[in-house]
T-cell receptor
Framework: GNSVTQMEGPVTLSEEAFLTINCTYT??????LFWYVQYPGEGLQLLLK?????DKGSNKGFEATYRKETTSFHLEKGSVQVSDSAVYFC??????????????FGKGTHLIIQP | GAVVSQHPSWVICKSGTSVKIECRSL??????MFWYRQFPKQSLMLMAT?????????EQGVEKDKFLINHASLTLSTLTVTSAHPEDSSFYIC???????????????FGPGTRLTVL
């Protein structure tokens, strides 16, 4: 079956540091890949997505590239801010597009940015 | 974006009772909603897919007679945990799909979750 493995936190960084959160996956076929963010007291929000190999998703300074050869979708940001403190989830959908299909999630990575 | 609400946000009940959790899409219609379950420090696990006007599709290992799902309208899906026991204590999260051929969206929007504690 499908599975997602992501680095577990908490990850603590200083403001303006470079961020990488690793995510690897196992899936049959050609999954779509997602990063979701959850701020305290709020629901999950889609941060970015990629639907095919070599696609790069980007939003709010975050980027992730769909690497089929390494089955990875690592999240990166060049300079983090205190407001980026949240829990980040890597996820996949077993079908192209992914919006209308159930998602397989990683365990989530708690990111803490210190001023 | 789009807003999805859940009610209640937390509930405590006695073992053997039933609990109903509501998931509403507030500003869009959702033909498909999803229910997930999250244990502490674990990932969200898909329980079932709820389609408006038809029976829900349950994931393997999820007891459909215990977790009753009703998607009676385009903006409301309910999850009823029947005869709840302490092992059902968890964080339940719903999402609503917004998309379609004429939509600029193709995305699930998530509710804030419901914390269920069964004593």
């Amino acid at each position: 079956g499908n599975s997602v493995t992501q680095m577990e936190g908490p990850v603590t960084l200083s403001e303006e540091a470079f961020l990488t959160i690793n995510c690897t996956y196992t899936a049959t076929g050609y999954p779509s890949l997602f990063w979701y963010v959850q701020y305290p007291g709020e629901g999950l929000q889609l941060l970015l997505k990629a639907t095919k190999a070599d696609d790069k998703g980007s939003n709010k300074g975050f980027e992730a590239t769909y690497r089929k050869e390494t089955t990875s979708f690592h999240l990166e940001k060049g300079s983090v801010q205190v407001s980026d403190s949240a829990v980040y989830f890597c996820a996949l959908s077993g079908y192209s597009g992914g919006g209308a299909d159930g998602l397989t999630f990683g365990k989530g990575t708690h990111l803490i940015i210190q001023p | 974006g789009a807003v999805v609400s859940q009610h209640p946000s937390w509930v405590i009940c006695k073992s053997g009772t039933s609990v109903k959790i509501e998931c509403r899409s507030l500003d869009f219609q959702a033909t498909t909603m999803f229910w997930y379950r999250q244990f502490p420090k674990q990932s969200l696990m898909l329980m079932a897919t709820s389609n408006e006007g038809s029976k829900a599709t349950y994931e393997q290992g999820v007891e459909k007679d215990k977790f009753l799902i009703n998607h009676a309208s385009l903006t409301l899906s309910t999850l009823t945990v029947t005869s709840a026991h302490p092992e059902d204590s968890s964080f339940y999260i719903c999402s609503a799909y917004r998309g379609g051929l004429l939509s600029s969206y193709n995305e699930q929007f998530f509710g804030p979750g419901t914390r269920l504690t069964v004593l």
